[in-house]
């Protein structure tokens, strides 16, 4: 099976606005995974520590190995893989103020596809989907929240050298996510465009240096239009 020179993510170095989504966890202070692994398949599961770490990240937030997640993935075919995963995250988010922490479930499916096309050029493409649900502690009391996001990236690469990047992402996100707390109880949805170019340079004692840049557009509802 062929691999791409480059993963399909690499030339970008913006995260996704859908991440907390997408993403198995925050940094994870304690994993342990077990799984079976055959040359089309994979089921795994892992007990971790799901807590998003405190603003100072010089030290370890360590805590009990009390989340759990599985995932299953499949190739169907050389260039592709498919996988679906669920997690219950425990004590994830941190409440606003002196709230305590919540927990969150989490459902994610994603299609990777990459082929080489000619002699030295690849394209690769990823669509994922994620959803988060969990019971948000606002000031009026308790409201649970079930928001989705979907995102579809893709790169162009040109000899090792030239690489052309884009994506594409919706999410609709809490309004304590964007410092929006007069609308505790609401969710808004995001739109967001990117696209990109890097060159790179010579290899240099283990490092890849490139040029490049990016341009993006956001589509905001009209409520959080003034703060951004």
């Known amino acids: 099976v062929q691999t791409c020179a480059l993963p399909i993510s690499f030339p970008n170095p913006i995260a996704p606005i859908a991440h907390h989504w997408l993403d198995s966890t925050h940094i994870s202070f304690g994993v342990v995974t077990t799984g079976i ?41 050389a260039g592709m893989s498919l996988q679906l995963s669920a997690a219950h995250l425990n004590q994830a988010e941190a409440g606003i103020g002196r709230q305590p922490r919540t927990d969150v479930n989490r459902l994610t499916a994603s299609a990777i596809a990459h082929r080489k096309i000619g002699v030295d050029r690849w394209w690769a493409t990823t669509a994922a989907f994620g959803l988060n649900a969990h019971d948000a502690i606002i000031p009026t009391g308790l409201v649970h929240q079930t928001t989705p996001a979907a995102l579809v990236e893709s790169s162009y690469l040109r000899g090792e050298r030239d690489a052309w990047f884009g ?12 410092h929006a707390h007069e609308y505790a109880e609401r969710t808004f949805v995001l739109t967001k465009f990117q696209g990109g170019y890097v060159h790179y340079l010579r290899p240099w004692k283990g490092l890849l240096p490139g040029i490049g840049g990016s341009v993006d557009a956001t589509v905001l509802p009209v409520e959080l239009a003034p703060r951004y």
């Open 37 to 77: 692994v055959t040359p089309r398949w994979k089921v795994e599961t892992s007990f971790f520590n799901g807590r998003e770490p405190d603003p100072n990240r010089k030290d370890f937030d360590l805590a009990a190995l009390d989340s759990v997640s599985g995932r299953f993935s499949y190739a169907p075919a």
């Open 167 to 178: 994506r594409a992402e919706l999410v609709d996100k809490p309004a304590h996510d964007l």
